[in-house]
Nanobody, 123 residues
Framework: QVQLVESGGGLVQAGGSLRLSCAASGRAFTYYIMGWHRQAPGKERELVAGISTGGSTYYADSVKGRFTISRDNAKNTVYLQMSALKPEDTAVYYC?????????????????WGQGTQVAVSS
């Protein structure tokens, strides 16, 4: 089991930047794939970015080149650096974890979830 707590959300103007953090507690953080998902009002949740135990990354086309996912295994923390934000990035962002053998680009690979943090981008 792993517990996840997100932080870093907020309100930002279009073109701005935010960094989300997700602190994990529990055992064996290094053995989990980690990902960031988001859900906008009236839309389905979507996988935004994922990172494997070895550091390989995946990005949705909508955020490629603007978002960067990283992990610090010494701090049991995963980050999402978001730049060039657009109003359509407005959503609740969720940190999630899954078993290390699962592919990071598969939404169903993630089985542990944080409570979410709101990101709002104004035009």
């Amino acid at each position: 089991q792993v517990q996840l707590v997100e932080s870093g959300g907020g309100l930002v103007q279009a073109g701005g930047s935010l960094r989300l953090s997700c602190a994990a507690s529990g055992r064996a953080f290094t053995y989990y794939i980690m990902g960031w998902h988001r859900q906008a009002p009236g839309k389905e949740r979507e996988l935004v970015a994922g990172i494997s135990t070895g550091g390989s990354t995946y990005y949705a086309d909508s955020v490629k080149g603007r978002f960067t996912i990283s992990r610090d295994n010494a701090k049991n923390t995963v980050y999402l650096q978001m730049s060039a934000l657009k109003p359509e990035d407005t959503a609740v962002y969720y940190c999630a974890a899954g078993a290390g053998a699962r592919p990071v680009y598969t939404p169903n690979a993630y089985v542990y979830w944080g409570q979410g943090t709101q990101v709002a981008v104004s035009s």
